[in-house]
């Protein structure tokens, strides 16, 4: 399968503190990348869903200025949780794909976030 | 009505044996299906995608499609304590989102 590459792996910060996760696609052009958060034993819900160039679609709930999502190229995506709170510690995860509605979406190896 | 839906379990399974994993889906415009599994901690795998009606297999792994009845499944033979995890069940929406059910938790008895 295609690689996706996410980092940090896993990152502690302070409340208040913003902090950016990067997605990258290494052997193949992401038209369309996805971020999920899952919580312990919980399902994985996608927050937004971002296309190169253009603004990230958010899902309900989700707050586009707190949780800031940048496509800026074909094997690049980020996500900047931005005054981060404990309750934004989570695994975050993106995953990416092509364009076409019958390809696969490829995931990155996801992101714990600890907020103390 | 959830848009993919998937029995929590636990399941367990005997070593050996076929498990049987399920899936429904409610939006009948999708076209795209994928079982992924996911170990505790770790980011989901792709395993498998299917977008036709009938079966699809690789190796010990058979995805099963059927539209008209909006019902995925994964059939796993010869289950080994390895596969042991939970799997989700993914679909493709009209928009061209990927949504998950919320898994099974598998687990294969040695």
């Known amino acids: 399968g295609a690689v996706v590459s996410q980092h940090p792996s896993r990152v502690i910060c302070k409340s208040g503190t913003s902090v950016k996760i990067e997605c990258r696609s290494l052997?193949?052009?992401?038209?369309?990348m996805f971020w999920y958060r899952q919580f312990p034993k919980k399902s994985l819900m996608l927050m937004a869903t971002s296309n190169e160039g253009s603004k990230a679609t958010y899902e309900q709930g989700v707050e586009k200025d707190k949780f800031l999502i940048n496509h800026a190229s074909l094997t690049l995506s980020t996500l900047t949780v931005t005054s981060a709170h404990p309750e934004d510690s989570s695994f975050y995860i993106c995953s990416a794909k092509n364009s076409g509605m019958n390809t696969e979406a490829f995931f990155g190896q996801g992101t714990r976030l600890t907020v103390v | 009505q959830k848009e993919v839906e998937q029995n929590s379990g636990p399941l367990s399974v005997p070593e050996g044996a076929i498990a049987s994993l399920n899936c429904t889906y409610s939006?009948?415009?999708?076209?795209?299906f994928f079982w992924y599994r996911q170990y505790s901690g770790k980011s989901p795998e792709l395993i498998m995608s299917?977008?036709?009606?009938g079966d699809k297999e690789d190796g010990r792994f058979t995805a099963q499609l059927n539209k008209a009845s909006q019902y995925v499944s994964l059939l796993i033979r010869d289950s080994q304590p390895s596969d042991s995890a939970t799997y989700l069940c993914a679909v493709n929406t009209r928009d061209d989102k990927i949504i998950f059910g919320k898994g099974t938790r598998l687990h294969i008895l040695p």
């Open positions: 052997d193949f052009q992401a038209t369309t």
């Open positions: 299917i977008y036709s009606n």
């Open positions: 939006d009948r415009v999708s076209q795209s």
